[in-house]
């Protein structure tokens, strides 16, 4: 799965898609709701009200889908973005298996996902 990935990702660009931006809904840390809160000249109290919605449980998560930073596929606050963001699809990380649900709940989103699973099915079935 890892060498598919190193062959699949770069041939994708992300910003004819946007598919992760527009339909999932993101966690937030306070660490990351404070940083992006700094970069946009906005008291954290106001960013919260404006972005974020707040789980009884203390979790964030942004409080619009589609992102509301999204513009024309890109992200308009892309070096500030959230760590949920940076990772997805998460396929460059390790415990691939462990997160299958995660991925096949995703692989009709996302052209990574898509011809990652899709390369690994001839695979299988090619042995």
Known sequence: MHRLNKEITPRINCTDCGNCCRSLMINVSETEADRLSDHLNQPRIDFDKQ??????NGM???NAVPCTFLNENKCTVYE???EGCREFPAMHLPGFSKRLFTTLM???RCPIIFNIV???KK???DV
């Open 118 to 120: 899709e390369e690994m």
């Open 80 to 82: 500030y973005r959230f």
């Open 60 to 62: 964030m998560i942004m």
């Open 106 to 108: 995703h692989y009709g």
């Open 51 to 56: 972005y974020i919605e707040k789980g009884s």
């Open 123 to 125: 695979q299988i079935l």
